[in-house]
């Protein structure tokens, strides 16, 4: 089956702005949210095509390549940990897309509001060479993040104490109020919705439980990755809150600009300038790919702008097997300065050029038209 197009997944138009792609995303994603569509295979399978669309269309540089190139333009899929991330609950698409998090917390009140919570997921920017991409590598990453507090364990209470329940929430972080008809929930401001309070803090992390730290560690990333390829190292994001597990690591990828190659999908391709003699006379040239060099045959009465194909000199397949392939395109170029040996040579071609011309009948057609 071939794949839509995102913009007619989304139903909107290609010149859409971020915020009608944005609210197009809610409205399908609230529609075929599996939890409002249980054991529907055919809600999920739109409610995946559209969260894979959003990804793709909300991130400016993804859009731009989708734009010029079509899905072939955009890394979507591939192993198991790369691709879009997962979807959470759909208070968690809503509260991410559009801060609902408190209109839905009324309905959650007392349950998950004081429970352990999950740490944020982190992303990290990579810019690699082609060269990397193309290897693959393992790249040493610091990453700025909450780590649970070793001296308090994270439940952020002085070592030999512990924290105790809230008196005036019960541990429930919110305070129910009755109101006519309707029984209205608020954040409880004894605990501020923690659910217990610290009489002494742990001193290390000062009651939080979390401490900001750098964490140095090392990530494979697989040849054949381009811009926009995301990795998603599992729990080692933030952590979370009150044994919460945490959160995940996205390591978004950006090929630097290369100087030699062009990059499409798993393609390259590069320009290579030969002589007229060359051109004419045909050649043996040496093209440089990415893994040294590569001998390229010039037939005799070769063009400008003729391209050669070097199978499987391309970039590898992320995920997948098999190799693109090696576009070189050659032009014809005019010397701008010549030895006098050069000059004397090409003075001798000019007129035997000329002469021939002449042959055909060429230079008279060619002054009629002009003169
Ligand atoms: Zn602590
Ligand atoms: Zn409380």
């Known amino acids: 089956m071939s794949k839509r197009d995102y913009y007619d997944v989304l139903r909107v138009s290609r010149t859409a702005s971020d915020q009608e792609i944005k609210s197009a995303y809610r409205r399908l994603a609230v529609r075929y949210h599996p939890d409002k569509n249980p054991n529907d295979a055919s809600a999920e399978e739109k409610f995946k095509e559209a969260a894979e669309a959003y990804s793709v269309l909300a991130d400016g540089e993804q859009r731009r390549r ?111 109020y009755q109101q006519g008809f309707f029984s209205v929930a608020r954040t409880c401001h004894a605990c501020s919705g923690a659910g217990r309070t610290i009489k002494t803090p742990c001193s290390e992390c000062r009651g939080i439980g979390r401490i900001e730290r750098e964490k140095q560690m090392e990530v494979k990333i697989p040849a054949g990755v381009e811009t926009g390829s995301r990795l998603r190292v599992q729990g080692e994001g933030e952590a979370g809150t009150q044994g919460g597990p945490p959160g995940d690591l996205y390591v978004v990828i950006h090929l630097a600009e290369h100087e030699q190659f062009e990059r499409q ?38 063009q400008t702008g003729t391209v050669f ?63």
Request: glycine residues 16%; contains cysteine; neutral net charge.
């Open 309 to 371: 194909r070097l199978k499987a000199k391309g970039m590898p397949v992320l995920g997948g097997r098999g190799r693109g392939d090696l576009f070189v395109s050659v032009s014809v170029v005019t010397p701008t300065s010549l030895t006098r040996e050069q000059r004397r040579l090409l003075e001798q071609l000019a007129a035997v050029e000329t002469k021939d011309l002449e042959d055909k009948g060429l230079v008279d057609k060619v002054r009629d038209i002009f003169g």
């Open 265 to 302: 999908g798993s393609n390259i391709y590069a320009a290579v300038p030969i002589t007229f003699a060359q051109a004419a006379l045909g050649a043996e040239i040496f093209v440089k790919t990415l893994e040294g060099e590569e001998k390229v045959k010039i037939p005799m009465g070769t």
């Open 66 to 176: 989708y734009d010029r190139f079509g899905h072939a333009g955009v890394a979507t899929g591939g192993g198991p940990s790369w691709g879009a991330p997962g979807f959470g609950g759909i208070e968690d698409i809503l509260g991410d897309l559009f801060g609902f998090g408190d209109v839905f917390g009324g309905a959650r009140a007392g349950t998950r509001r004081s429970a352990a919570q999950r740490g944020a997921d982190l992303r990290y920017d990579l810019e690699i060479t082609l060269e990397e991409a193309y290897g693959g590598m393992s790249a040493q990453l610091r990453i700025p993040r909450l780590e649970t507090c070793e001296t308090c364990k994270g439940n952020g209470a002085a070592p030999g104490t512990q924290p105790e329940t809230c008196h005036t929430c019960g541990g429930t972080g919110q305070v129910r």
